[in-house]
């Protein structure tokens, strides 16, 4: 038994929605499955997010740099990297619903092997209508497509980036060059990604714009197993120590070797435990040579390394670490989720780490009246110059405030009442334990300093 609960997927997308997180996008016109919006906290959430990997992964790290590719890069080097070849998802139709389904989740199997496909799918109906009129197993490519320029043709073809390495590579010789820098050393990027999914589903879990955090660690190939060892612990770790997650939502998969993509000579994905299951979040892989040996081919250019210590020159070695931001933040979400007994009604409260949550500080005077809104006003200038995202709120009930804040996550509410002009003070209240501390107004922003760390 594990000590955790884990809620359901409407409970999570309805609060995503009544609060602010996430939209369907394009919801007026019944939305387009597989795109979704992020709303008022679920941008800050978002950003707050991929600042934390930005300031462990790259700012922490004397040698791991930062880059911002193009989405659209030389179509070369999708032929290079395998993904017009190989970027495939095996897909099967039902000839009487039309709905289609990925061949692999029918089959239950890890695989893309189409032959063993065919043979665990003989015999099967199709799971939504029961009619026995699945179609063979094919392979459908999921790179979106674009056109240059004004003709639509095999010439002009491009394609949006389905995995933000890529420009990692064919910048690798410059950004080596430009910061001077000996193996090891890696590049680290965060970006879109477009991914032609046939089944978009789970709410942010698997969609088809999708955001990723990756970075490629460039290794002798002799260190290998200690890089690979080195980037597992650093993505468990990130999960656990700067996120917040429970530990006991999340495991390793090592992939199996029908499972592996098509560059990897290992994988080993983090799993958290998703309203919808156990699922990959961030994965962890030994691209080997693959990469900048294929691109050395494609492209003519010496991409090779030469060792001063021991004037020997090979293809460095790729170690890499990949999280979809999304996922990440459906785990936070997940992980955060809390509903508690308080004066026998329920509470829900996003117990979201502090240094994640959108919003940092409510500002709410307890009455529309002045002088305390020009009071609360002024509080919510200072509290934002010194550097906590504030909201200044002063509609409703104090009450059903505190329960908004709690369920957006707002590590901690500071109220204005009528004594607060008197004693020049204000109640401060915790999230998490809804204790309340009196502050004195020139102590307040040490105060909140001091709780967020800054
Ligand atoms: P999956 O097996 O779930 O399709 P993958 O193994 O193809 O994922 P990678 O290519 O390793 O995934 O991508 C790295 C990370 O990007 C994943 O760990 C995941 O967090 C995220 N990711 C990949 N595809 C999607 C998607 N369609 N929607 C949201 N996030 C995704």
Redo the contacts with the bound molecule.
Sequence with gaps: MSNYTTIDLATITNLAKRRGFVFQSSQIYGGLSGFWDYGPYGVELVNNIKALWWQAMVRERINVYGIDGAIIQHPRLWKASGHIEGFNDPLVDCKNCKLRFRADHLAEVDSSDIEQLTTLLNGKVCPSCQADALTEPRLFNMMMKSYLGPLEDRESTVYLRP?TAGSIFTNYELVRETTRSKLPFGIAQVGKAF?N?IN?RDF?????E?E?MEMQYFIHPDTQADSYQEWREFAWDFLVSRMGIDPERLSWHEHGDDER?HYAAAAH?IYFHFPHGK?????T?NRTDFDLSSHIKESGQDLSYFDPTDSSRFVPNVIES???V??LMMAALTNAYTEEEVNSETRVVLKLAKVIAPIKVAVLPLSKKQPLIDLAKQLFNEITKAGLMSEYDETQSIGKRYRRQDEIGTPLCVTVDFESLEDQAVTVRDRDSMEQTRVKLDQLIAYLANQFKL
Excluded: C, N, T
């Excluded at 942010?204 to 088809?208: G, K, Q, S």
């Excluded at 699922?279 to 994965?283: R, T």
């Design positions: 995995e991914r999914e978009p942010i879990f698997r969609v088809r999708l990723q993509a994905d699922k990959e979040l961030w994965g892989h990949s999280v979809g999304g996922r």
